[in-house]
């Protein structure tokens, strides 16, 4: 946070801080273009050496003084720098009798007015507005009055004319970098608001994907199993039926912990899936080595598993097969049955083992499902993911 231009206690954005910015190259620019054309005319109106030198040597340590004052404006001490510049231009004001000509002084001409006016100006756009508008007024009002001071002549209406004068445009700067700044500070709140809504909305996204998730892996556990038991399908597969139940309740205890189910190599996964599927299946794996990251293998496994129970339930076939095959970087596993087949047309909107934890879950983790079938000619759910 910059001091030098805090206007209250407040975190600053990023369009306020470019503000900021901007003013400061600005003070800096004002002064370097208004100090190159006003020397010029400062040495040329020297009607007398004595006023020429004198002249010459203040648009010399105007210069010098200058480049410094950059240096500090840009280094973020601008507050330091304006008071400095003031104590400087009001010495300027007090020796405007000895760096002036005469016959400028007789019509209230001086060429250090209008540099004091500019440099007032950037203060403006530099520094906290209370600073900044009293430095302004000081050395505007001393330029005016030590102007009438080396002409001798008295205040008057006219004088006090020419101060208020002087002072208006360093005070319409400050209006405007004050309108700037509000305006920046309204641009910060509104992209702070919608980076906060947007945030929210990806915390909400993230608990409803995470109950979908907790939905999907109860329906492909706990649920499956328990209505095996409704249906009176435990058979004499007492052995099997504690297996898948121990199974349930790890996977279960995975998505409550946050953790997915313990990662392994692809083929040794399915291998244990297959073995206590309740089916007679035939695993076939083309490379026996498929590493892949423990969240996709999680989705493949709980996808082919969900096919393998569906094979049980519905397809009245008692064997099937899952085959691993690579597929460039990537990896196609399928579950194939030769049993009665459906038609996908034909399921009902409430059943979700197709669409939910087969289809949506190896979608969420970029991979692609496939169902080939047809009523009389079995099932092929066909996993895809590509690396």
Sequence with gaps: MNPNLAQGVHERGEAELRVEHLGRQYAVGIRAVTLIPIAVVAIAAAESPGVRTGAIAV?????????????????????????????????????????TSTAWLETSRTWIRPFVMFAAVGYQYSIRWRVGV??????????????????????GPDVIVTVVWSNLVPMLARLLFSLLT???????????????????????ERIRQEQRDISDSLHDTASTTLLMVALGQTGGAGQALRERARRDLETIRSVREGRPSAPEELSSVLTALTARSGLSVQLEISDPVVQLSPRVVHALVEASGEALTNVARHSGATTAVVRV???????????IDRGRGFEPAHVAPTRRGLRKSITARVASVGGIAEVATAVGQGTTVRLRWPR
């Design 182 to 204: 509000r305006a920046a500070r309204k641009a910060d709140a509104t992209a702070a608001e919608t980076d906060r809504v947007s945030r929210e909305q990806a915390v909400s």
């Design 134 to 155: 009293l430095l302004g007024l000081a050395v505007c009002t001393t330029a005016v009055l030590s102007a009438i001071a080396a002409q001798n002549q008295p205040i």
């Design 325 to 335: 095959t690579p597929s460039g970087a990537g990896v196609v596993v399928e579950v």
């Design 59 to 99: 648009v010399c340590f105007l210069v010098a003084w200058s480049a410094l004052y950059a240096v500090l404006v840009r280094s973020q001490r601008a507050t330091l720098a304006g008071m400095l510049d003031a104590l400087v231009l009001c010495g300027l004001g007090l020796i405007t009798g000895q760096v």
